[in-house]
């Protein structure tokens, strides 16, 4: 056995941060405090603009290509879930590429929608950077789906966390410390992935951040 990086920094800064984010958006719209959740959406925006473009020009396990097998795939991984095995995985599994994607596509949903969401009928003056384009009652539409689709994100999250917990009783695969610190204790003859610079990283996002700043002042 010997540890091999299978996340690079990117990724990892990326997970916790969109932790983070979606954490502080929740808490926000709480106490409505909705000029800072529209600015954390803002950056939850930069985030999967990133992630995104690293998921096809970054590190070998950032790459959908590397992560995302068939369904059937999936399926048949889930079927073995209650098997003790050695943890031979390098980044995510057929099964956990779908979920990263299924979770992608949601926020992608939350932060589009966000962008034209209001809260004045709710006796708010918030407005999205972009309901000017969209119109009252189209936007008054967008932000019922705002919410439905964070329900959505919630159920997700805790399907992931229950996927975590049954990978650490059933198979006593920890998937959290990886993620944590880049590395994963493998068999010597697993070859060990491409890691890109993370110089290219921070390109790609200071490029989305350029992108989102464009979009909402738009």
């Keep these: 056995m010997r540890r091999i990086k299978v996340w690079d920094l990117p990724v990892r ?23 800072l959740h529209v600015w954390i959406g803002e950056w939850i925006l930069t985030l999967l603009l990133f992630r995104v473009v690293w998921g096809f020009i970054g590190s070998d396990t950032a790459r959908f290509s590397w992560f995302l097998r068939s369904p059937l795939a999936a399926l048949r991984h889930l ?12 980044g995510h599994n057929a099964a956990g590429g779908w979920m990263v994607l299924v979770m992608l596509a949601l926020i ?45 994100i ?14 650490a009783v059933l ?29 290219w990283a921070l390109v790609v996002l200071a490029a989305a951040f350029g992108a989102v700043v464009w979009v909402v002042k738009s």
């Design 79 to 90: 079927a073995h879930l209650g098997r003790r095995e050695p943890d031979r995985e390098i």
């Design 108 to 152: 992608g949903i939350q932060v589009g929608t966000g962008l034209c969401a209001n809260d004045l009928d709710d006796g708010g003056d918030t407005e999205g950077p972009l309901m000017h384009l969209v119109g009252k009652d189209r936007s008054d539409w967008l932000t019922h789906i705002h919410g439905l689709n964070f329900t959505a």
């Design 171 to 199: 198979k006593r695969h920890n998937l959290v410390r990886p993620m944590v610190t880049g590395t994963k204790l493998l068999p010597a003859d697993v070859a060990a992935p491409r890691v890109v610079n993370p110089v």
């Design 154 to 167: 919630e159920a997700v999250i805790v399907l992931h966390v229950l996927a975590i917990v049954a990978y």
């Design 13 to 35: 800064l990326f997970h916790w941060l969109l932790v983070a984010l979606i954490l502080a958006a929740w808490v926000t719209q709480y106490l409505n405090r909705m000029t």
